[in-house]
């Protein structure tokens, strides 16, 4: 396959692809706008993390 056929192959190939990429995200947008959306927010208490440094980075943090 010479050079100007392979271009030609990709840019159909690319073509194709872009309207299959186009079409699904137009059919993902619909689902998205015509369901119903319940988003349930609830409190999750942080993970404390236990540092212990040496005295002297101790007072580096403090200070700074």
Do not use: C
């Not at 993902?28 to 999750?44: E, K």
């Amino acid at each position: 396959m010479d050079l100007a056929a392979r271009q030609e192959h990709n840019s159909v190939n690319v073509n194709a692809l872009e309207e299959v990429a186009e079409s699904r995200v137009k059919t993902d947008l619909a689902i998205y706008l015509n369901s119903p959306r319940i988003i349930i927010m609830t409190w999750t208490t942080p993970a404390a993390i236990d540092l212990r440094f040496g005295f002297e980075i101790t007072m580096y943090i403090a200070n700074r």
